[in-house]
């Protein structure tokens, strides 16, 4: 990797050292948002929170920042008072409701996030499961892959030379680099010996739901329960297939569900494969045989994610660990919502997550976490909680 231009990118790093944190968010969210200073006072439904969950899961990203483990998927660097203030949670044992909140109070200073788009807008994810094989048969064909060993990650930010600058991926050749063949390719057998399956499925569009959300569990023959991560993509555009359907008329907006797209993609596998196929982006997977049964997916920062707690964001405007206080409204049905009022942790990242109020909530793991995750595409107010300079 020693061809990467990182010139630009460790002027930025160095710069951002001498910067507060506040600072820093301002200059990367420069052209694209402004930061409006607010009070806590003002966040409708601050105080019924419950503050003891959200400390919790931010202090799960704190312990990953303090021991420098290694991101999933980097994002923008934390600052030295983000640190500090992980270092202050560290100390604390299992702190009240009351005493999570202060902590937040004393230790952030709210922003409200004011993208020049207009206004924020949130969807959701989950970690699905579903029935596999890990040998393949006339039922379970359909493989998830593995990372193949030509694939070469470009760190966000930098480039390869005589590559375009908005690929992520490349493959490695004795001669240099080239794109990384895209979803279409790969699966007519781009990749040869270098596609090894991790684990075999049913159907084509749940292998393709997996992709989407980058995790699941898979039920495999004898009751027992593989998990799958994240391991790596082919660095192509990510095109969204709902959208896709909506815009051919196919389904509507305010009705399309998980189910109802699941439901087309295997009713209708023809059209459902060059539909699929128009998603360049193609995901490679891993075991994930360290969770535990009770730990959430794999996020973006390396650590399990927390229902209803982690957020995914975009990686390049917000540091992981980030508290972002969320008010909108979380639908329960096609056509019921109750208000959203919660503090979320940045945890994750994701191809679609792009601009500085978008946002993907986590609903959890199973059939209810997705039936959620599936309805969830509101407006919604983000304010930023950026820690205050520590001395």
């Avoid at 600052?79 to 202060?102: I, M, N, Y």
């Avoid at 807008?121 to 060993?149: C, K, M, W």
């Amino acid at each position: 990797m020693r061809h990467v231009r990182r010139f630009g990118l460790a002027c930025l790093f160095l710069s951002a050292l001498t910067m507060s944190s506040a600072q820093a968010a301002a200059s990367a969210l420069a052209g694209q948002a402004r930061l409006e200073p607010v009070s806590f006072e003002s966040l409708s439904g601050w105080k019924e929170d419950d503050h003891a969950a959200a400390f919790q899961a931010f202090l799960r990203s704190c312990r990953a920042l303090l021991t420098q483990s290694i991101e999933l998927r980097p994002a923008l660097a934390s600052q030295a008072d983000l640190q500090a203030v992980c270092r202050k949670a560290s100390t604390l044992a299992g702190p009240s409701k009351a005493e999570a909140r202060h902590f937040f109070e004393a230790n952030f200073q709210p922003f409200a996030v004011a993208p020049s788009s207009g206004e924020g807008f949130l969807t959701g994810y989950y970690e699905p499961e579903f029935q596999g094989s890990r040998t393949p048969d006339s039922t379970y064909s359909v493989p998830l892959l593995a990372r193949p060993e030509d694939l070469v990650t470009i760190p966000q930010g930098e480039t390869l030379p005589g590559l375009d600058p908005a690929l992520q991926a490349a493959r490695r050749r004795a001669e240099g680099y080239e794109p990384y063949p895209d979803r279409a390719a790969i699966e007519n057998g781009a990749l040869g010996a270098l596609a090894e399956p991790v684990v075999y499925l049913r159907e084509p569009g749940e292998a393709f739901i997996i992709h989407v959300q980058g995790s699941a569990r898979i039920r495999l023959r004898d009751g027992s329960v593989m998990r799958v991560a994240y391991a790596g993509r082919n660095g192509r555009p990510y095109t969204s297939v709902g959208r896709l359907l909506v815009q051919q008329g196919v389904m509507d907006l305010e009705t399309m569900t998980l189910e109802k797209l699941m439901g087309w993609l295997r009713d209708n596998p023809g059209p459902a494969r060059e539909l699929m196929r128009q998603n360049q982006s193609y995901i490679f997977f891993r075991e994930a045989d360290e969770l535990a049964p009770e730990d959430g997916p794999i996020g973006g920062a390396g650590i399990p994610l927390v229902p209803e707690r982690s957020l995914a964001v975009d990686r390049t405007l917000w540091t992981y660990g980030t508290p972002i206080w969320l008010e909108g409204q979380l639908p329960l049905a096609l056509d019921r919502t109750e208000p959203l009022r919660r503090l979320m942790i940045a945890h994750d990242t994701g191809s679609a997550i792009v601009g500085p109020a978008r946002g993907d909530y986590f609903f959890g793991s199973g059939t209810e976490a997705g039936r959620r995750a599936g309805l969830m595409r509101h407006p919604v107010r983000f304010t930023v909680l950026l820690p205050k300079p520590q001395p």
